[in-house]
């Protein structure tokens, strides 16, 4: 009995201090981008936009791009595939160096206009914090005379990296829901009841920290609070028969723009490899271009949180909507293609949103009738397609839009936007990623 109490106390205690340390990052993770983006932003509005934006752009992917290949390379990337590669054997570094540097580079990276998004860190961050929080409980815990004790630690780290990982993205999306499904669905598969329970324990914890953490009379944390907006002559609460075909089509529509997205930053990922170049090399490069092209768009692209918000809240006009889909589709795949230190499954998000909206303006002008569930659908779409991820794309949809009654709508057009997929690409983006990784290792 005792000795029952005494596991389940450390299993309390390695949960919380894994929810403590993940939301502790990601709190100074978003402060981070916010401090570096403001500066940006205020010189932006002092001087001439064209000078500013690219210089900037190519400053912070210097740094970045420095801090990755002087000091640890494995912060390159969104990260999820790193994790991805750990799960599966592979020796790659996951400890309180990676976590450092990804926060460091990706801060800045973000910050200075390079367009990914904050998850995919925050999921290298919250596996790097677990596995070193589970090194230290298996020191404090461990017998050396124990024979099977290294195959043990490894299965305790490889558990602490799964759920540290759901942790990451449950407490950047403040979506607890959708974090435990991230971490079922693509990273612990079969997993059993009690990996499962440590799961769901470490993303409510993660996230419960981070919002005491958002409390503090600083900056607001990131995509929080955000509810839809509704325009058009359907409620957000209904649910008609006519809305499932409009589901389906723009599940579809997302299905098709996933693939041909997949296959595009996929060959723009060959053509820079072609080129040999470093990160220090290629990340300045990014930046410059992505800023240079910022400077061309209206002054409401500088921003790109505000971005993000005004896709997931409603555009309010289909040439904008449409200006949005195009320049976030393709300055992140330039971006995800050089392996920048930063996530495509927020901008993902905003690309489907965008589509979705896109959508909801063409079958209000023709009918003057749609859903108002396009808009989370669409975002969910597109992710889902992306990664193949159902669940995840589902409920993460689900909570930033905090209504039940999305839920129908989104898993019908996140179901057909997969069936659409699979036809012509078996493989997520991420698989075919993680296999190029898995080539590289073992070359």
Not at 418 to 426: H, N, Q, S
């Amino acid at each position: 009995m005792s000795g029952r109490l005494g596991r389940l106390l450390r299993l309390v205690l390695l949960v919380n201090l894994i929810g403590i340390g993940v939301a502790l990052a990601i709190w100074l993770y978003g402060q981070e981008i916010a401090a570096v983006n403001g500066v940006r932003l205020r010189l932006a509005a002092l001087m001439p936009r064209a000078l500013v934006l690219p210089v900037l752009g190519l400053l912070g992917g210097a740094v970045a791009g420095g801090l990755i290949t002087y000091w640890e390379p494995a912060a390159k990337g969104s990260g999820i595939v790193q994790v991805m590669l750990f799960m599966r054997g592979w020796p790659i570094p996951m400890g309180w160096r990676v976590a450092i540097v990804k926060l460091l580079a990706s801060g800045i990276a973000i910050g200075s206009g390079i367009p990914v998004g904050p998850e995919g860190p925050s999921i290298q961050i919250g596996a790097s914090i677990a596995c070193e929080t589970a090194r230290g409980t298996a020191r404090e815990t461990a017998q050396a005379s124990d024979p099977g004790k290294h195959q043990r630690q490894h299965q305790h780290q490889r558990l602490a990296v799964a759920i540290g990982s759901g942790a990451g993205l449950g407490a950047v999306f403040h979506a607890p829901l959708g974090g435990l499904a991230y971490t079922l669905e693509e990273l612990l598969k079969r997993a059993d009841g009690r990996s499962n329970a440590l799961a769901v324990a470490a993303s409510f914890a993660a996230v419960a920290w981070t919002r005491l953490l958002a409390q503090l009379p600083l900056v607001q944390p990131l995509l929080v609070n955000l509810a839809p907006i509704s325009q058009y002559p359907s409620g957000v609460n209904e649910f008609r028969l006519i809305d499932g075909p409009q589901l389906c089509l723009l599940g579809a529509l997302a299905g098709l723009a996933a693939v041909l997205y997949q296959r595009g930053i996929l060959a723009l990922r060959r053509r820079f490899c072609r080129w040999r170049l470093a990160s220090w090399q290629l990340l300045p490069l990014v930046g410059l271009a992505v800023g240079a092209g910022w400077s061309l768009l209206p002054q409401a692209f500088d921003n790109p949180d505000g971005l993000c918000f005004d896709a997931l809240l409603g555009l309010d006009d289909a040439p904008r909507a449409l200006l949005v889909l195009a320049v976030q589709a393709a300055a992140t795949a330039v971006a995800v293609a050089a392996e920048a230190p930063g996530g495509f499954l927020a901008p993902a998000l905003v690309v489907g949103a965008s589509l979705g909206t896109l959508m909801q303006q063409l079958l209000v002008s023709l009918f003057d009738y749609a859903p108002a569930s396009l808009l989370f659908a669409g975002a969910a779409a597109f992710l889902g397609a992306l990664t193949r991820t159902p669940l995840t794309a589902i409920l993460l949809s689900f909570e930033l839009s905090k209504n039940y009654a999305l839920l129908l709508p989104i898993g019908f057009c996140t179901l057909a936007a997969i069936a659409v997929a699979d036809l012509f690409e078996r493989q997520s983006l991420f698989d075919l990623l993680r296999e190029e990784a898995e080539r590289e290792q073992a070359s």
